[in-house]
């Protein structure tokens, strides 16, 4: 078998199916993406070339820059929710009684589809007969918001949907790398005397932080290409002040039926998010890793 | 099971030939056995009525004419969008298809994928259509598909609750406001407005700029002829708002969608509704809706506004669904035979089957027909005007921003004189 496996020419004969697969799946249609940006097209008819028209056009397109701004306000409040994630997950980990399920509360909202988040927080946010605003009334709000048609609230409207939709997964990943770390080691640390904070700070932050690196990349690129429940509940209003980048691309390109300019948007969304996953890898680079030992 | 697959294979190859070979083009009318590709989005579980119908013209069809078999290929509404797009981009359009008009048609008529079909209309369909239906299918004086639907959008409302606050339907728009305000300060709703869907703003706004500038300044603004920095219709803009700062419709409109918004109205907590006569069956014929409301709902003729230019009897609307034959169609004389024996049966089988108004005359005299559906027919049939819905009628793109316009109005997100601006923007960037 370890012949086998060294042999180049068998190696590339496993690799291949796979590589030709994600090649026509995913890197020729990018490429084609960034060229189709390169065109004005309907979608329909016959493409013209223009050059970085559609690139150029972009930067002074304010619609543009309003919702990539919101796409990293989304960022900005995962990155931010990944502390209370990491908080929930250690105090599962710490076998408290019913750990076992409030583990399951927690990943629930991640087994329902997005179009199905999305209806019942419509029904949650519905002005006049929803939950939130019927206790809002019965607790003597007068006249409470229309949560979805308010541009000023419209985005946090949104933000907690998304973020608790995702909360059971993160908790579930912090969960298991926490529940990796020997228990000799926090033995050895409350012999030395130290309490439950220390050791939470001082001993297994250290230890899930390659974990926690990489879910930090997960949740802000995650958040940057953001799209199902905004496009179900608001479908980017009102007046665009719920557009995210990818929204926005759908807008421009399935409903405007301008093609060349919305794989502009979809190819330059690509590079924020490589540029994005390039600076938090670089930030969070440290030269030594921590090891279980 | 190789054998099976050999077969299959061969079958899709056959047919491959005969839709792109094109030799055999206008050959079939011979009796040589072809096979009619026919696209199209009723299906059984969405739109039973109307799947039905075209079952039964197809069988009859077919029955007519031995030689011919159609194809369906069945796909729900957003998929079929999505599905011709796809298709027309590789030039493999089916035979025959449903389309929608004027600016959804033009991209495909540009990309030369439709056939003209106005040999059909100078044939036995001649004065078959209601006036104003075939016009939203041309393009550079070229009829591009043959309507199946017509609309118009009256103002329907709750009569129950008219009469429990003492309204009268309002003929003048004043007494529109006036009945607006006592429902609001008797906690109903005035209006049910979805105007995350932007649409169905639009209808507000358009009837209001038809009633005060006049329907030939409205669409010559559309057009790109005028301009919408017209007076009346920055009135119209401003007249928006008034409605909006004095309560009339439902709260949160922005944010509900229009199914939300008719729920409303269904539920009783909003006493109007602007919408299509698509609406007809939900308040006539639909047994999942209660009697006691269906029996309720009556309509009325947007009101005149005080010194404005239009008349009552002019309407917001637009044809739905169209049929077109395939430019490339390897059987082009079958399509369009096919097409025109559709349209001439459609119409009486689609009020009756399927609660839909169609776009050809139909005589409702011999019909059991729920009142209001005569009362709209002949409403459509003395219509002065019908000034197509404006995010048909203008450019993709035109079209996106009027109806992102619409709800910057709508949420005061934009002022009467912006809202204008960027619509005579839009309208001359699209020509």
């Not at chain 1, 990155?79 to 209370?84: A, D, E, F, P, Y």
């Not at chain 2, 407005?193 to 358009?206: A, E, F, I, Q, V």
């Not at chain 2, 010559?220 to 708002?241: C, Y």
């Not at chain 2, 079209?399 to 204008?420: C, D, R, V, W, Y």
Request: aromatic fraction near 12%; proline fraction near 4%; hydrophobic fraction near 45%.
């Amino acid at each position: 078998m370890d012949k086998v496996l060294s042999n180049k020419k068998i190696i590339a004969l496993y690799v291949l199916p796979s590589l030709l697969l994600i090649l026509a799946i995913v890197y020729i249609p990018i490429v084609l993406t960034a060229y189709y940006g390169l065109n004005e097209w309907n979608g329909i008819g016959a493409m013209t070339f223009v050059g970085l028209d559609n690139y150029l056009a972009l930067f002074k397109d304010t619609t543009f820059w309003n919702s990539a701004w919101h796409s990293l306000l989304l960022a900005v409040f995962s990155g931010i929710s990944l502390v209370l994630y990491l908080i929930v997950a250690m105090v599962l980990a710490a076998r408290i009684k019913g750990a076992n399920l409030f583990r399951k509360i927690y990943l629930i909202p991640m087994l329902l589809s997005s179009v199905a988040i999305a209806q019942l927080w419509l029904k949650i946010y519905h002005p006049t007969n929803g939950v939130l605003n019927s206790v809002l009334e019965s607790l003597g709000f007068a006249n409470p918001p229309a949560w979805l048609a308010e541009s000023s609230l419209v985005l946090f409207a949104l933000f907690i949907p998304i973020l608790w939709q995702y909360a059971g997964f993160y908790i579930l990943i912090y969960y298991a790398a926490l529940k990796n770390i020997p228990a000799s080691l926090e033995e050895a640390a409350k012999i030395d005397g130290a309490n439950a904070l220390q050791i939470a700070w001082k001993i297994k932050l250290p230890l899930v932080m390659e974990v926690i690196k990489v879910t930090i990349v997960l949740a802000v690129v995650g958040s940057l290409k953001y799209f199902d429940l905004i496009f179900v509940m608001t479908d980017g209003g009102p007046n665009g002040a719920s557009e995210v980048m990818a929204s926005y691309m759908y807008h421009e390109a399935f409903r405007a039926y301008d093609f060349g300019y919305g794989s502009a948007i979809g190819f330059f969304l690509l590079v924020i998010c490589l540029a994005v996953t390039w600076v938090i890898r670089k930030l969070t680079a440290s030269k030594d890793t921590i090891q279980y030992s | 099971m190789a054998i099976c697959l050999v077969l299959v294979a061969a079958g899709c190859g056959k047919n491959n030939n005969e839709g792109n070979s094109g030799s055999k083009e206008n050959a079939g009318v011979s009796g040589e056995k072809v096979t009619v590709n026919f696209m199209h989005l009723w299906p059984e579980g969405v739109s039973a009525g109307q799947n039905k119908i075209v079952n039964q013209i197809i069988k009859a069809y077919q029955a007519e004419h031995p030689n011919v078999t159609i194809k369906q290929e069945v796909l729900d509404n957003e998929q079929y969008k999505n599905k011709l797009k796809v298709l027309s981009a590789s030039n493999k359009l089916p035979d025959v298809g449903v389309t929608w008009a004027a600016g959804f048609l033009q991209p495909y008529v540009e990309g030369k994928l439709f056939t003209p079909v106005d040999d059909l209309l100078s044939g036995e369909l001649n004065g078959k259509f209601v006036s104003g239906t075939t016009e939203a299918y041309a393009i550079d004086g070229k009829t591009y598909a043959l309507p199946l639907e017509f609309n118009i959008a009256p103002v329907y409302y709750n009569k129950a609750l008219f009469e429990k606050y003492n309204l009268e339907i309002p003929q003048t728009y004043e007494q529109l406001k006036a009945v607006a305000k006592t429902l609001s300060e008797n906690g109903i709703a005035p209006i049910a407005l979805g105007n995350k869907d932007r649409w169905t703003g639009s209808l507000w706004y358009m009837y209001l700029a038809d009633r005060i500038a006049g329907q030939q300044t409205l669409s010559g603004a559309i057009n790109g002829d005028g301009s919408f920095m017209d007076e009346g219709l920055l009135k119209a803009a401003t007249e928006v708002q008034t409605l909006v700062d004095s309560n009339a419709f439902v709260k949160g409109f922005n944010g509900l969608s229009n199914e939300e918004a008719k729920s409303e109205f269904l539920n009783g907590k909003a006493a109007m509704y602007m919408m299509g006569t698509w609406e007809l069956p939900n308040f006539t014929t639909n047994e999942d809706i209660p009697k006691e409301f269906r029996d309720s709902v009556g309509f009325f003729k947007f009101p005149t506004v005080e010194g404005g230019k239009g008349d009552i009897n002019s309407w917001v609307g637009g044809p739905g669904v169209g049929l077109f034959v395939a430019e490339n169609s390897a059987v082009k004389a079958e399509a369009k035979a096919f097409v025109e024996y559709f349209v001439t049966q459609w119409g009486e089988q689609a009020v009756t089957g399927a609660g839909v108004i169609p776009a050809t005359k139909v005589d409702t005299s011999s019909m059991e027909l729920p009142q209001l559906y005569i009362d709209l027919f002949n409403e459509m049939n003395q219509a002065s005007s019908i000034t197509l819905f404006a995010d048909v009628q203008m450019q993709a793109s035109a079209a996106e921003t009027h109806l992102n316009m619409i709800q910057a109005l709508f949420g005061k997100a934009a002022t009467p004189e912006k809202f204008s601006e960027e619509h005579d923007k839009a309208v001359s960037e699209g020509k």
